[in-house]
């Protein structure tokens, strides 16, 4: 096979991968972070406690197990059946649809960490106070002052976990539970491994290029983002 058209297709997957993940951990984020800093109580003390339970787990086993169940069928028939009903509409073999949610799930403490700290600073300003005063509800000062206040925090998030869902895609991949029928880096890594004592390298170095170039491009967007969005590392 041409080893670089099977790079170059192997990058649509990893664009997809870090899109959609990318996706479900900023809106599972966003969501609890924004409702728990600004109702606080015990709203808030559950949402901590899922933060810090998730934050110690071991992200990499994590999603090699949730992997592991979703593509080898080890859950309950009707976990499948909405598992097959989810693949059908993001066109996802089982093992893709199981590295989109493993990562999705596991990686939005960061963004919920911030999104809530954030919120808990907004909730305090005064145009949140006078929106208060003037009888508008909750849901509708989330949606109008701290949602669109915390939006440059998600994009930072969204470019630099972009590149973290795509390194574990490849990871889980390369280990033989993640993308199998579609173009993959890890697949390719995996594939290139054994002939490589043959002298043949390039198929190992068309993934690992290909994969070096994104993740650095996509790390000095994110960088570049943080500088432009964020005020206090905006220079006078």
Known sequence: RDVLLRAIAGSATAVKVGVIASLIAAVIGVALGAAAGFYGGKFDDAVVWAYSTFAS????????????????????PGMMHAAELLGSVLRAEPGMLAVYLAIGITGWVTLCRVVRAETMRLKTMPF???????????????????????????????????AGAIMLEVIVSYLGFGVQSAPSWGVMISDGQERLWRGIWWEIAAATGFMFVLVLALNVLGDSLRDALDPRQRTL
């Not at 949606?143 to 669109?148: C, F, G």
């Open 57 to 76: 787990m071991p992200t990499l086993l994590f999603i090699l197990a949730f992997a592991l169940l979703v593509s080898r069928n080890f859950l309950s």
């Open 128 to 162: 949140v106070s006078a929106a208060r005063v003037a009888g508008v509800g909750s849901a509708v000062i989330i949606r109008r002052h701290i949602l669109p206040n915390v939006f440059h925090l998600v994009i930072i998030y969204f470019t630099l976990s972009f």
